[in-house]
Each structure stands twice: as C-alpha cells, then as structure tokens.
C-alpha cells in the first residue's frame, strides 16, 4: 500500500493554469478508473473536486479538470484563484485483493 | 445533504483502546459504502478503513489491520471505529466519509474530524 507520488508543491499566478500529477502503478491508477482528487483547507473538511478520473460532483466549477495516462492521474485548474490555494491530494482504488484505497501525499497550492 | 459529525476522540496512553462514531444526519447513509481517513499532525491524508451498505464486507490499511475494526449501525445512522493497541504513530485527525461511488474512494461528504492523541 504505497502512497501515489505528487509534487510536494506547485504555484501560479491568478488566471493562469497549473497541472499536478499523481503517479501510481498498474495496481492502482493504472487498472482502475477510481481516480479521485480532493481539495484540503488547513482546519477544514477535505473536499471532493474530482472522481473517477474525470468527473466533477454537483458544484465542482468548471476550471477544475482530472485525466489519467497509464499509472498517471492529472488535475488541472484553469483560471487559477486566491481561494484556490489549499492542499490537494490524489486518491485510487487498489484492487489486486487488497481492496484498499491509498492517497497520494499531497501538493500544496500557493497562489503568487 | 448529509452532515457528517466524528466523535470520541481524544488523549489515550499507548495500547489503550478508542472507539469513534460518525452520526450522519440530514439523510440515511444506509445506502453507502463509508470511510475513515486519517491525517496525523503536519502529515497528508491517509486512508484507514472501509465498509460496505450492509457491513459485511471491511477492508482495512495494513498499519492498522488486526487493530482496528470499522461497523456501522444503519438503523441509527452512524459509523464506528474501534481502535486497540494504539501507538504513537495512530494519533492523529479521523475523519469519517461517505462514498459516492460503492466502495472507490470517491469520498464526497466528510466530518469535520476528531483528534485522536496518542501519549504517556
């Protein structure tokens, strides 16, 4: 049950778009849809931005965007926002008998 | 929507035991896989443990496998963890999670969390 690997940190400025990356294996990303990305302000409750690889839950804007290439899932924010600065995390589905779900260890956004 | 609120958390020594609850109001949770998620202090989110509609069918992280058991009680709709031969390395927020999608990990509505603190 190894953590999925994301870049400790990203930055942009406001309206630019960033990428950030989560990079599992066959077991994981790469043999299931069940790609999550979550968004984690500091003291608050973490939130669902993306699930399965690409979909957005009901009041996800728009800018928020999730694709998957083999082992690795991507997020991308367009149009990048103060209030887009938080801690996000990556999530998949481990089949393979271990039926488990691991996390990636995390980014943390900063907006210039 | 459904809210979400963990409870029973709080100071045990090391190889004590702690049982957690997540009351959901707002909706029944009986028709969702359910989760509990950790993050210890200063560290990313970490999964724990999963439970199916009917809590027959668990899953847990091998660092807390054969220490942890995760139920749930659908008539008063809430989630548990019992934690036994706590260690240092088990402290931590614990939040409880509903999944969108069967047992995925696509975890739409959270707990605010309860902190568990693990100490002589």
């Known amino acids: 049950q190894s953590a999925l690997t994301q870049p400790a940190s990203v930055s942009g400025s406001p309206g630019q778009s960033i990428t950030i990356s989560c990079t599992g294996t066959s077991s994981d990303i790469g043999a299931y849809n069940y790609v999550s990305w979550f968004q984690h302000h500091p003291g608050k409750a973490p939130k669902l931005m993306i699930y399965e690889v690409s979909n957005r839950p009901s009041g996800i804007s728009d800018r928020f965007s999730g694709s998957k290439s083999g082992n690795t899932a991507s997020l991308t924010i367009s149009g990048l926002q103060a209030e887009d600065e938080a801690d996000y995390y990556c999530?998949?589905?481990?089949?393979?008998?271990?039926?488990?779900?691991?996390f990636g260890g995390g980014t943390k956004l900063t907006v210039l | 929507e459904v809210q979400l609120v963990e409870s029973g958390g709080g100071l045990v020594q090391p190889g004590g035991s702690l049982r957690l609850s997540c009351a959901a109001s707002g909706s029944t949770v009986r028709s969702y896989w359910m989760h509990w998620v950790r993050q210890a202090p200063g560290k990313g989110l970490v999964w724990v443990s999963r439970?199916?509609?009917?809590?027959?069918?668990?899953n847990y992280a091998d660092s807390v496998k054969g220490r942890f058991t995760i139920s749930r009680d659908n008539a008063k709709n809430t989630l548990f963890l019992q934690m036994n031969s706590l260690r240092a390395e088990d402290m931590a927020v614990y939040y409880c999670a509903i999944d969108l999608v069967s047992g995925s990990g696509s975890l739409q509505s959270w707990g605010q969390g309860t902190l568990v603190t693990v100490s002589s």
């Open positions: 999530s998949s589905y481990t089949g393979s008998g271990t039926n488990t779900v691991v």
């Open positions: 439970i199916n509609i009917d809590g027959r069918t668990t």
